[in-house]
């Protein structure tokens, strides 16, 4: 089941050398790429996942995807 608090997830990105995430799901652009930002529910199996790319400080593509 979705849970609206984003402190109940943990964040994650797979190349932090293009972008990071805080506990707080706050995204911080550090360069040109790709990546996935990863969400997994603190008590449940739940992991969504969203797959980035990074150009000239922004973000100009995304795709979405969940697991559990």
Do not use: A, F
């Not at 930002?37 to 790319?53: A, F, N, R």
């Amino acid at each position: 089941k979705y849970d609206s608090s984003r402190l109940n997830y943990e964040w994650s990105s797979t190349n932090e050398s293009v972008l990071t995430v805080s506990e707080y799901s706050s995204l911080t652009i550090k360069g040109n790429g790709t990546c996935s930002i990863i969400c997994k529910h603190k008590t449940s199996s739940y992991v969504g996942i969203l797959d980035v790319e990074v150009k000239n400080g922004e973000i100009v593509k995304w795709e979405s995807r969940s697991q559990g």
